[in-house]
Nanobody, 123 residues
Framework: QVQLVESGGGLVQAGGSLRLSCTTS????????MGWFRQAPGKEREFVAA????????VYADSVKGRFTISRDNAKNTVYLQMNSLKPEDTAVYYC????????????????WGQGTQVTVSS
């Protein structure tokens, strides 16, 4: 079993930046593919970014490509999401998730989820 805890959310003005963190406990994070997802009010949860266990490759949703960067530090059991040039439409609860293998974008493919952290971008 693995537990995920997100942090770093908050309120920021459009154009600003935030860095989200997700710390894993219970099993070394290096064993998992890690992903970030988000869910805005009244909308389905959607994929944001994912990173392989070795951090060799990453994948992003088109809506965040060029603005967000996912990274990981397996020694610290932490994955990050650096969010720059934030827009009001980025407002959502952000979740990190883990799966054993395969860098996929489907929410149903991930086995473990954090509780989420709120990101609010004001215009």
């Amino acid at each position: 079993q693995v537990q995920l805890v997100e942090s770093g959310g908050g309120l920021v003005q459009a154009g600003g930046s935030l860095r989200l963190s997700c710390t894993t406990s219970g099993r070394t994070q290096g064993s998992y593919v890690m992903g970030w997802f988000r869910q805005a009010p009244g909308k389905e949860r959607e994929f944001v970014a994912a990173i392989r266990r070795s951090a060799i490759s990453t994948v992003y949703a088109d809506s965040v490509k060029g603005r967000f960067t996912i990274s990981r530090d397996n020694a610290k059991n932490t994955v990050y999401l650096q969010m720059n040039s934030l827009k009001p439409e980025d407002t959502a609860v952000y979740y990190c998730a883990a799966r054993i293998s395969g860098m996929v974008i489907s929410t149903t493919a991930y086995d473990y989820w954090g509780q989420g952290t709120q990101v609010t971008v004001s215009s």
